[in-house]
């Protein structure tokens, strides 16, 4: 059973960084994708960033230049280093694994941007 385990979430004043860290574990094939997801109420959950087991990644628009997403394979982690935030980037974040045309989720963390 693969279960992913997210922290690091928080407030942060505009123009703050927060890095957030999602630890995956159970029997996992070496070949995946693991990433981040956000979500607002009455919005569509929407991807943030992801990376391949490869080193490949992909950035939503909104966040390219200011996040950075990151893996480490030994450990079945993945991170998220979000720069510069700004309160739009206010939503639940969720850790996403997609291995074997599968997709896991861990359990969201907060993320709110405020002065």
């Known amino acids: 059973q693969v279960q992913l385990v997210e922290s690091g979430g928080g407030l942060v004043q505009p123009g703050g960084s927060l890095r957030l860290t999602c630890a995956a574990s159970?029997?996992?094939?070496?070949?995946?994708?693991m990433g981040w997801y956000r979500q607002t109420p009455g919005k569509q959950r929407e991807l943030v960033a992801a990376?391949?087991?490869?080193?490949?990644?992909n950035y939503a628009d909104s966040v390219k230049g200011r996040f950075t997403v990151s893996r480490d394979n030994a450990k079945n982690t993945v991170y998220l280093q979000m720069n510069s935030l700004e309160p739009e980037d206010t939503a639940v974040y969720y850790c996403?694994?997609?291995?074997?045309?599968?997709?896991?989720w861990g359990q969201g963390t907060q993320v709110t941007v405020s002065s």
């Open positions: 990376i391949t087991s490869s080193g490949t990644t």
């Open positions: 996403n694994l997609y291995v074997l045309r599968y997709y896991y």
């Open positions: 159970g029997s996992i094939f070496s070949i995946n994708t």
